[in-house]
């Protein structure tokens, strides 16, 4: 094949991020916004060594799970990539990619549930980070098309929450007026970078964050004092200063212009300080959810002792500890151990004990002094638990383990290296944190086999 040709073709699977497949002459194409079972007209637009990349010209058969997007730049932007399926055809896509990632990474054909949505699948995100730029001598803010640097002018996004549509707004209305320049990446000059928002869900408490190349920015304390005059919700403004060249969003240095630096919100009975960088679920409504289904997994004694490894600030342990007699959390994060410390204070829980450290080290010591653990829950980042980790686990040896992970790839790999050292996967729950987009939250409840 090759680049402008046009084919008919069928699509028969997707890749990991949802592009649809077709086949022709034995070569694979992938097609943005193709469905399943869906015939279409296809040109092909990149011709590389093992497959084509195509675009839909016209479509010939429509699938039923075909809906119209209701963002009116969804074909341009790279925030979401699944508004074109409905909800019944996105539950089916992660539910199965779920499946063939344990089936394949793994090695592992434990029983999977149905993907727990998320409905509406609307104005989720609690967390936004708006990059602003400048196009045609015009301020500009929204997404960045999919792997480029080209940021889609938009206001109005469907899965932010609207606190933060509402008042990155009024921010870019306001860096218009007092001319405000956004960094330019290849001049290296310029002043704003993202603007970022938090929003607790529960409680109705804004957080604005202006994130800068310079330290002085004009007229900045009167725009913080007109949107707080005009935004009550905004409970603290902090300007954090980075002077880095990369792609790396926050720097070190902070100030705060407005408020304690702090927001709060509630999780499943639990009131929580959220700072700036501390880690704090992006959908409140579908991570009461996920822990609900972790904590029910966990199977719960009285007298178990427990260890929330990678507990940010404390979210899990602190929604588990009435049930337990201990709960121990490590992170490597000092801020957001600080924040579970307070958390647990706030809350009058006494039997949550907190530890910053690197999560495989702290495993390392616990193993050393022969602790015994009944339950671990393990919330990793992407990029999975640590081979270090892995090991002193098994050397712990806890009778059940609860692994969640929003990556499902990572985390097969690592359920296959429990699988070799006497663990077995008793059940495996999805849960969509990240509707419209094609990630999803994986929920696994593993057991040790006696005997081995």
Known sequence: MKKKDHIIATCTDYTHDTLGIVHHDGIA???KNLIVGEEAEIEIIKVLKNYCVGRIVRLIKTSPEREEPICPVYKQCGGCSLMHMSQEGQQAFKTNRVKETLHKIGHCDAPVNDCLMDLPPYHYRNKVQVPFGMNKGRLVSGFYRARTNEIIDHDFCMIQNEFSNTVTKRVKELFERYSITP???????GMIKHVLTRYGTHT?????VFITYTKKIPHLKNIVRILVEEFPQIKTVIQNINTRHDNVILGDQEIILYGDGVIHDTLLGNTYTISLKSFYQINPRQVEVLYAKAIAYAHFQKEDIVIDAYCGIGTIALSLASQVKEVY????VPQAIEDAKKNALANG?????????????YMVKCAKEGKHIDVVMVDPPRKGCSELFLSQLVTLSPDRIVYISCNVSTQARDIDILQQHGYQVEEVTPVDMFPQTNHVETVVLMSRVEGK
């Open 329 to 332: 959390g490590v992170e490597v």
């Open 183 to 189: 960094y330019d990446k290849e001049k290296k000059q």
């Open 204 to 208: 109705d408490e804004g957080m604005l």
């Open 29 to 31: 194409v992938f097609v």
């Open 349 to 361: 829980i006494t039997n949550a004990y907190f530890t910053c450290d690197d999560a495989g080290d």
